[in-house]
């Protein structure tokens, strides 16, 4: 980790953008120590076996045929943020060509900051990533990332088995494949959701129905994950569920809290409680094929309403 090239690289921000993003990737990489990734053939061999085995109870389970990314990497810290840095770019378009300010050099600098603070901090936490590669150019390409290093710190941490926890991560992680797997149509629903909120923003204003219909679309994502999760991997693990939440509601001390509420981390977790809620009703009244029923076209999916009261979405989907 070096500081100091952290702090330069960002106060040295340059181009005509609200945000260098060259000065970004830089800045979080070097604020972000990027942890080992010697993996010993065990180790690589397992990953492998853990995405195979999910990808065959998953399908089972849900009873829908989806492909695993060809993106498919073990990745340390640095590599996440290279893969990230331009999925953040391709959201910030939009605002960065409306934004002007009186001074742009100063705006820059504090923006780039902004953005290098928050991929150094997603960095050292995330675990796994399905990523749908919103807004790239190649509407086909998905990516899976699995963070060694941080997989590797949060099982000892736990003091979970590292195999077990590093499978319970990889099944996550494919449900999530699966979810768009059954739905292609997804991931052009939520880029135009985003485009239209985010450009709004951009001009100032707020488009309130895109980000329901966005934090409703996320929440089913996350829900239905977690009713697969809980359907198909092939060991209890309740345990890990209870450990990972109490590592989030108090590990990092106050200032990482502090940190996870101004980055809307918390609104994920919400966001998966709510949405197993509703997946859990809905298949225990009409079975689970009738959850996979909100994957059939963007107009069953559920309202922000029905996600607190699935009896609605029941009575005007009718999936059993």
Avoid at 236 to 246: H, I
């Amino acid at each position: 980790m070096d500081l100091y090239r952290s702090v330069r690289a960002v106060t040295t921000a340059s181009g005509d953008g609200a945000v260098d993003w060259d000065g970004v990737r830089e800045a979080a990489k070097a604020g972000t120590r990027p942890g080992s990734l010697d993996l010993s053939p065990a180790e690589r061999d397992g990953y492998a076996a853990d995405v195979r085995a999910a990808r065959d109870r998953l399908q089972t389970v849900s009873g829908t045929e989806f492909d695993v990314p060809d993106r498919l990497t073990v990745q340390n810290r640095h590599h996440w943020i290279d893969a990230n840095v331009d999925t953040f770019r391709r959201v910030m378009e939009p605002i960065e060509a409306e934004v002007k300010t009186l001074f742009p050099n100063v705006s820059r600098v504090a923006n780039t900051g902004t953005m290098a603070f928050t991929l150094g901090f997603l960095a050292r936490h995330v675990l796994g990533q399905y990523d749908p590669l919103l807004l790239a150019d190649d509407p086909e390409e998905h990516g899976l990332y699995f963070v060694h290093p941080n997989i590797r710190r949060v099982a000892d941490e736990l003091d979970v088995e590292y195999e077990r926890f590093r499978r319970w991560i990889v099944f996550h992680e494919v449900a999530h494949a699966a979810e768009f797997g059954a739905a292609p149509w997804l991931p052009g629903y939520l880029e135009s959701r985003l485009e239209s909120g985010v450009r709004t923003l951009s001009r100032g204003g707020l488009d309130r129905e895109a980000f329901l219909d966005l934090d409703a679309a996320m929440t089913a994502v996350e829900g239905y994950a977690e009713l697969l999760m809980d359907r198909a991997f092939d060991e209890e693990y309740a345990d890990l569920r209870e450990k990972v939440d109490e590592r989030r509601d108090t590990g990092g001390g106050p200032v990482g809290r502090l940190v996870r509420r101004l980055l809307g981390l918390g609104l994920k977790r919400r966001q998966y409680e709510r949405g197993t809620r509703f997946f859990e009703t809905v298949a225990d009244e009409c079975g689970l094929a009738a959850a996979g029923v909100v994957w059939e076209r963007p107009e069953n999916l559920p309202t922000d309403a029905e996600l607190d009261r699935p009896e609605l979405w029941i009575r005007r989907v009718d999936p059993c």
